[in-house]
């Protein structure tokens, strides 16, 4: 069952249009995550969602009501932010009791939906804290509790671990992955953290330029990037692009389709081969990962990047078996080729 349906939606700003025309539907239960480069559109679309912007142009429906010209307080949506917005003089219980006193629901009611929730969110111990006193893992679980006690249709989530250090995003997303197993509901998550995306989503979807450049699951989009860009955004360190002559001049024994005009090679899919490589890549920057290591050189006049648990160190040469690693090719275009093309072109 669709939740949500967004057709033909654009927005543009005295006539500077910032996304041009969006089509999308979003399941039922689903986690979707909207990402992309700052100045995509994905916060402004997360918005228009809210009702906090208006829509320009085309109908955003909500488990079949249209939501066109309806308040934000009167949509079944809740939105949590980059900042926790928590009134520092209220206890956590009374800030997330806030929204329920507003909507004029019973204070035996209110305690009751307060309580579960923060027992979900593991907060039962802090209710009688003021926001000043707790982390900011604790703070923007307090957010996300206020926002859980509406019982929305669709939760709205802006970048919202940005604020954390690394290691309390980790534990948030975490604690947002199964806050989504225990709830069941749909929810909405913008980021430009494409490891956040990856690590969330059920289905990602990329913005470039107010446009989507590709939604799937998000091993779809690593494993078989539609387009260039895609094929750069997603993934830690970002894909290698070798262009097509220059590729060739390497592996003049390997076919490509005709129209490709550059190949990509993921660092961890660039197979290191020591006894029979099909060229070599001086090394001039190492970075130790713990469990493997990343070596940056230049490969037919092009930046590379390598991540592999051999160990080399810089200005020795690393021994690369292309022909044996995992290929992607993509034309003038910059549209992925995809296998079909590529094995009957071999």
């Known amino acids: 069952m669709k939740t949500l349906e967004i057709k033909q939606v654009a927005k543009a700003y005295n006539g500077h249009t910032v996304i041009p025309e969006i089509n999308l539907s979003i399941n039922d239960g689903e986690f979707v995550v909207f990402v992309g480069p700052s100045g995509c559109g994905k916060s402004t679309l997360l918005r228009m969602i809210a009702g906090l912007e208006s829509i320009t142009k085309g109908s955003i429906a909500l488990n079949g009501k249209t939501l066109n010209g309806v308040h934000p307080s009167a949509r079944e949506v809740a939105m949590v932010f980059q900042s926790y917005a928590l009134y520092p003089h209220l206890s956590v219980e009374k800030n997330m009791a806030f929204p329920l006193r507003m909507a004029g629901v019973s204070k035996s ?16 111990p802090l209710l009688k804290r003021l926001p000043g006193a707790l982390s900011g893992g604790q703070r923007q679980r307090v957010a996300i509790g206020r926002a859980i006690v509406r019982e929305p249709a669709l939760f709205l989530f802006d970048e919202p671990l940005s604020n954390l250090d690394a290691k309390l995003r980790s534990e948030m997303r975490v604690y947002l992955k199964q806050l989504h197993q225990q709830l069941k509901t749909t929810m909405i998550y913008v980021t430009h953290d494409q490891v956040e995306a990856m690590t969330l989503a059920d289905k990602i979807v990329v913005l470039n330029q107010g ?5 799937g699951a998000p091993e779809t989009l690593y494993n078989q990037p539609a387009n260039k860009f895609v094929a750069a955004f997603i993934g830690s360190p970002v894909m290698n692009f070798i262009p097509q002559d220059a590729f060739n001049s390497l592996l003049n024994h390997i076919s490509l389709p005709s129209n490709t005009q550059s190949v990509g090679l993921r660092p961890n899919q660039v197979i290191v081969d020591k006894l029979h490589p099909d060229c070599h890549m001086t090394i001039s920057v190492v970075e130790p990962l713990g469990h493997a290591r990343l070596y940056y050189g230049e490969l037919a006049g092009s930046q590379f990047v390598v991540e592999s648990s051999e160990l080399y160190n810089c200005g020795q040469q690393l021994p690369l078996k292309l022909s044996d690693s995992t290929l992607h090719f993509f034309d003038h275009n910059e549209q992925r080729i995809n296998a079909l093309e590529v094995s009957n072109a071999a």
């Open 109 to 124: 009611k209110t305690k009751q939906l307060v309580n579960e929730t923060a027992e979900k969110l593991q907060l039962s």
């Open 211 to 215: 446009e989507i450049a590709q939604i």
